[in-house]
């Protein structure tokens, strides 16, 4: 039999995803804990999660700075010694911020958690920030900061969210100034009432027998207490400026980054899946609309793709590349073309049936351990949101109509009332 | 551990299968034994040019990337200075599909005219946008050159200027595939939920009938020994000074790289390293400083790059870093420092076994090396490293004159 190799082998669509579901428990202190027990290396990542302050445009980098800084130095430790200690055992210690949360990550053999939990312990119980650790921290973020900002892209960053969120958590971008006024003892205030059991949610996932469980919850429920202050995780409301476009001239650049988009749902909306799949067919994937277009027949640019942003407060839709400077103004005239044929014809189905799989296997790609299936629950625990969410999600991916997201595309990828960012040359 | 079976088609191909069934998930991973090494010193960047038109259809198949995206899969590939390689991940229930479209490109290519000028645009704009549109981007532009003398290291996998990239003609383009892309110079990976015996007949239906074609043996003149300091000043449109300091080391075969990677571990690896602890918190005269090397297949680079803080000089910048070599030059590395990164390296690896993907690539890189079962050996490597052995190849690399130091000078505006 010779080989077809012109036809394409048969395929299977996939039908369902199957999501490991966390065990959970609420320690005496408030703190919930939840455990994904999954995997054969005998590892654990431990997150230890915390709603953000709410937003002060007087001192805009408490949240920021005071997770950045976790691990400086406490009561006990200097930061030097927490350094030794976590990289002696072989462990990886992270804090992270976001816009609703701040977190501490560990990753950790099993066999060294008993010495690299009573680091983290320390941290989120006692941070002192030591005076002379926050002038390193404030010296070494601003000459980082300008460094960034000869970063196109990252200029164009700041621009885009400060006009879609106004002074809040999710518009700010820092100036070398507001540093100045960070101050420890604002900062150790911020701590006490942020980092306290009753505003911490803790997921575990790796290979947890039961007596790794237990060391993490002895050590985070009898010593761990509240302060006599709840935090106060309420946000100021977003402040989207009228102005619409802005244009940062940059007379040297070999290329422009173009960022605009609109604020829109989050992912409790019912219609969130809906738009994630018209996303996808904009940008969200290599053979999406502004790929083919303005990279794969234009050659604009290495790359561009739009995305979809979901937090507590709202959403946003956006579009984001870097194009070369003399083909800016073709590059943008492109995306609005693109944005208005998604308005004015319906995808064909074949597209559409292409975008369905796509969506399904990546997800099904998405999950590859059992830290990946931690991140798709706190997706949904954060928003409020349950597992049947993911049922709901692949129903619509395999069943949305093609007028439908029409519909969608007229209510959201309106390129008059995009917000339009160019740093660079237009 | 990371078990797998092995065999080679009888036109050289060689097949790696790992079978992982906690996943739902196959990836297929094609390793070709070329990079930008291999290149014309008149026609740099071309492998990584050939890599983007990989994507560009091949000889049955109009389109990779829409066949694949049907079936819920996804693909990337990288072109570094050794090698190019391609994957794929999709549902494992769909895997004849990747067979299907690697096997076509690796028989022929469509060879689009309109594929080789779109991506001679994209490549352009990703030169700009990577290297030249970034401070400091042009950085491998510079140093490269001045630290490889003879061999092709001498320019960046994204080629040593734009020129070259805009000549290329299609003629090119079908004279490097024949030379390079094919079954005896390619290695296989599949992972993840498939059977052995599956991705035999697989193997063999798809990639069974593509001839050998010619064996590429490779005959590059390797960088001689440096015994002279080099140095370079460049005055740039940067926001802060930066010190880039580079000596040449051994190739990743050596038995030096073990000592060398756990050295640059404990020099600069994680907040408890030397450098951090030293030169950012202690001395505060850098704001960053890191020390890494390139891990190339011949002779690497070992580097330092540092940005001073404002005030401090190059010179005491530059005489910093020099005083931490010579203390590891000189003085006993303390048994715990020692532990210290040994244990990081068993954790990393233990870590890395999470991943479908790393797994697949790790597995066809050492392959490539001459064994993949190296991947199982490794940590006794880095374990069986003592500290004499680090302050020896210290000595041994840490010269004025196996050194090229470039500085950037902020231009001051």
Redesign the interface.
Known sequence: MT?Q??K???????DHI?LIRPAHQKLDNGCNIFCFNS?????VRIEWIFGNQRFDAVKPLLNIAVNTML?EGTGSLT??Q???K???????LQVDYGYDHSQVTL???NK?LQHTLPVIYDIINDSIFPEKELE?FI??QQ??L??S????DFVARRVFNKAMFGATLYGLGADPDDYKTLHREDMLAHFKQMYQPSNCTIVIAGKIEQDILELVTNTFDKGWTNSPVNADTTQPGLQPATEHFYLTEKP????SAIRMGIPAINRTHPDFPLLQVLNTVLGG???SRLMVNI????????GIGSGMASFKQGGSLFIAT???ADVCKAAITEIEKELNLLRNEPIPAEEL???R??M???L??S???V?SHADKFKNLYFAGLDYDYYDRYVNVVKTVAADQLQELANRYLNFDQFYKVIVGKY | MVKFNRFTLENGLRVIVHEDN????AVLNILYDVGARDEDPGQTGFAHLFEHLMFGGS???PSY???L???????NAFTSNDITNYYI???S??I??A??LE??RM?SLAFSKKSL??????????F???Y?????GDVWLKLRPMVYKKHPYQWATIGKEIKHIEDAKIEDVKAFFKKHYNPQNAIMVVGGDVKTEDVKKLAE??FG?IPAGEKYHRNLQQEPEQHEERRATVTA????NDVYIAFLMGDRLDKSYYIAELMSDILS?????RLY?NL??EK?LF??VHAYMTGSLDKGMFVFEG?P??NVSIETAEAAIWEELERIKTEEIPA?EL??VK??????T??S?????DKAMNLASFELLGDAEMINHETDKYLEVSAEQIKALANQLFRKDNSTTLIYLAEIS
């Open positions: 080989l190799r012109k394409a082998p048969e395929f299977r669509a996939i199957n995997g054969d290396q005998e590892l691990t930061a030097a927490i350094a030794d976590v990289d002696f055992y072989g462990a990886f990753y950790s053999l060294h390193t010296r070494n000459q980082k300008q460094v900002m000869q970063k196109n040297d650049a070999l290329q994937y290599f053979g990279r794969e027949d234009k050659g604009y640019t290495y870097e194009v070369g049936s292409l975008v799989n796509f399904l296997g990546s099904l790609g999950l590859e351990n830290f | 906690t996943t739902p998930m000889v049955n198949i990337d829409e066949p995206q049907r079936v819920g899969g996804e693909n991940t999709l549902p229930a769909n004849e599909t067979f299907w096997s076509d028989l000028e779109v991506q001679r645009n994209v490549v352009i704009e990703e700009k946008q990577r030249l549109n970034q401070p400091y239906k798809w009938p449109k940067v926001p802060l690896r994680g907040n408890s390293s602890r950012v918190k505060q704001s960053e940005k803080t404002e715990d532990t210290k244990n990081k390296i068993e954790s990393t233990i870590f076994e999470m991943s479908l993907l």
